[in-house]
């Protein structure tokens, strides 16, 4: 009912809208660069320099997922400049958001950042935050938490100013009743179907209109342009399989990774925390102090320390599952709060622990003990990762240098293959709609087609197709698109300049019919003439799906009826025929009939999309203030 305004919310609103939503998913994929590191900038908003790797690792991505969606009909030459302004653009806009939040004294808490990342079911088991979890993620990611949890802070602080305009948006009863009104409409109309088939003329395609047509319309009757590669493909997945390194050497990597296979002591622990304000002065860290001591009484006389919990903690992300944190091991927590931890014994609860949050009581609720695997029991998995490790080893060596060649050699991957003991492999002819195998891959005939390859003659960039799977390519043959010649084609003409003619007299028909019936012809008398009849179906919704949309939206596109009369007019069909259309009565939605909770649901939506304009908004007047220097070739 609300495609429109679903199609409302995109570009950064929709990113700071969702954004917080996909952080987690962003783990699995995404690799941000952190610091400047003196690199190229990509544009300066009010002096803040927005580093081109950024740009480069956003727009690469951005474009991997167009084409994994548009496959080969993602044409670079069209796409690539509009992705890069659009890229371009979201990073301004997010550089604007965050100056703004600072400059009007947005903070974002620990203890909000913390509630975020408890939130995430990626870091839960059985619906419970792990801690262990949690830095396993991080850690297969090649992060740390203090940058993941800078970039959830920045998230929530950029988010602010959107959250609180849509915050403040409303949507009043009269609106939401004007828009039921034209949501729900339903259209009354009666409707003459003209067969195309009836205005078709042999004699329309002549040998000489053919021929003229063919000369006037080349371009629809090429051959597609087409290349063939050579390149060179290096894939982890073929390298160190055969590698045995024996029992010796994967025994003393065993020991090097005696930690992968110990279970370290585990401890399910709650806690209540009492927060700090910030900058307070000692009577009032004493004062919360006292408050965690008092709830300790509690705790000693018996109350239930989760229910405590629920009444008191100001943890939000804890205080509603009766403070549970899950099981944590050494190295997770805060060190006061771990030492803490660590030190109860089960079932026991700590005296107030001051940590950088605030004050925590403490309870141990259960203790795993931990263990090493013996090697035996783990050799097959060891062997594995011991072949892998290999495998990447020699990949993300082959790798650079295949890069660095690539780079250095660019006219010819004779040498490269030759140097680094790789096969250099030759692909058949395929269009920019792509080929079989490794070239249906959108990444490849993207890079193939690309001006540096195609036109300049280089070597390609090295193209990711898989995880640890690379390819280099160069074309070895090109063909340009070519007319067919008018023989193979002329059939094909020959129908299309009939079909045309008849669309001609098809269309004049419709309208002088139309001419018709607005001075006062008969319907019956025009059906008469035609042979055909008048088709009156139930009253059309704007989605009826069981007759031609074309004809639908010209029904929708309709003034309405004055006075008890009859609008007339015509459309061509999907189909390719055509229909004269009468319209009798329009009947609004009805806004009594929706309940209580369809018109919040509608309010909402309706709601949203207020405060994404007004977001929008926003945004253009701090553009228009700020000084921005974009450069980006091209954007």
């Avoid at 670079?76 to 659009?86: K, V």
């Avoid at 002549?206 to 290349?227: D, K, L, N, Q």
């Avoid at 009444?311 to 509603?320: F, I, L, T, W």
């Avoid at 990711?464 to 160069?474: I, N, S, T, Y």
Wanted: charged share 30%; glycine share 8%.
């Amino acid at each position: 009912m609300l495609n429109f305004i679903r199609e409302k919310i995109q570009g950064w609103i929709a990113w700071v809208i969702v954004g917080l939503l996909i952080i987690p998913f962003a783990l699995w994929g995404i690799n941000e660069y952190f610091g400047t590191g003196g690199g190229l900038v990509a544009a300066t908003v009010n002096g803040t320099e927005i580093d081109q790797r950024e740009f480069q690792q956003t727009f690469y991505e951005q474009r991997s997922r167009m084409q994994e969606m548009l496959g080969g009909q993602y044409d670079s030459r069209i796409f690539d400049p509009q992705l890069r302004q659009r890229v371009i653009n979201e990073l301004v806009e997010r550089e604007l958001l965050l100056q703004n939040a600072d400059a009007m004294g947005y903070r974002v808490s620990d203890e909000n950042v913390a509630a975020m990342i408890r939130s995430f079911e990626v870091f839960q088991e059985n619906g419970v935050f792990s801690p262990e979890l949690y830095r396993q993620r991080l850690q297969a990611q090649g992060q740390t938490p203090a940058i993941f949890e800078q970039r959830i802070k920045r998230a929530l602080l950029a988010s602010q100013l959107p959250s609180g305009i849509a915050d403040t948006a409303f949507v009043t009863d009269a609106e939401l009743d004007a828009l039921i009104r034209l949501q729900g409409q339903q259209r009354e109309v009666a409707y003459l179907t003209l067969p195309i088939a009836q205005y078709e003329e042999p004699s329309d395609a002549s040998e000489a209109a053919v021929a003229s047509y063919y000369e006037t319309h080349r371009e629809r009757f090429m051959t597609p342009e087409m290349v063939s590669v050579e390149y060179v493909e290096l894939s982890a997945d073929e390298l160190g399989a055969d590698v045995d390194p024996g029992d010796e050497k994967l025994r003393e990597f065993y020991k090097a990774r005696s930690q992968q296979f110990s279970v370290p002591e585990e401890r399910k622990v709650r806690h209540i925390l009492f927060t700090i304000p910030e900058g307070a002065d000692e009577a009032e860290v004493e004062a919360v102090r006292a408050k965690a001591e008092a709830s300790l009484k509690r705790i000693r006389e018996g109350e239930s320390f989760a229910e405590l919990a629920r009444q008191v903690s100001e943890d939000p992300g804890s205080a509603e599952v009766g403070g549970d944190l899950g099981f944590i091991s050494a190295g997770v927590m805060e060190p006061d709060f771990e030492q803490a931890a660590f030190a109860l014994k089960e079932g026991e609860v700590s005296e107030p622990v001051l940590t950088s949050f605030g004050f925590h009581l403490i309870k141990v609720d259960e203790i795993r003990a931990g263990k090493v695997k013996p090697f035996e029991s783990v050799r097959d998995e060891l062997l594995k990762e011991y072949q892998r490790d290999e495998a990447e080893r020699k990949y993300f060596d082959l790798a650079d240098r295949l890069t660095n060649m690539a780079y250095e050699m660019p006219d010819s991957l004779t040498e490269v293959a030759e140097s680094l003991g790789l096969p250099l492999k030759e692909s058949p002819l395929f269009s920019r709609d792509g080929g079989k195998g490794l070239f249906a891959d959108p990444h490849l005939v993207s890079a193939a087609f690309s001006d540096e390859v195609l036109k300049q003659g280089y070597n390609s960039e090295p193209v990711e197709v898989g995880d640890r799977h690379v390819v280099v390519l160069r074309v070895k043959e090109h063909r340009e698109a070519a007319p067919l010649p008018l023989e193979e084609v002329a059939e094909i003409i020959r129908q299309q300049i009939i079909t045309e003619k008849a669309r001609e007299r098809a269309q004049q028909a419709a309208a002088g019919l139309v001419e018709r019936l607005e001075a006062g012809a008969s319907r019956e008398e025009i059906a008469k003439e035609l042979g055909a009849e008048w088709q009156t179906p139930a009253p059309l919704e704007r989605n009826t799906a069981t007759l031609d949309s074309a004809l639908v939206q010209a029904v929708f596109r309709m003034p309405r009826p004055v006075g008890g009369g009859t609008r007339y007019g015509s459309t061509g069909l999907i189909s390719g025929d055509f229909a004269v259309l009468a319209l009798s009565r329009v009947i609004d939605g009805d806004p009594a009939s929706f309940d209580q909770a369809e018109r919040e649901n509608l309010r909402q939506q309706l709601t949203n999309l207020r405060g994404t304009e007004s977001t929008q908004a926003v945004l253009e007047s701090l553009k228009a203030k700020a000084h921005i220097v974009i450069q980006i070739e091209g954007s």
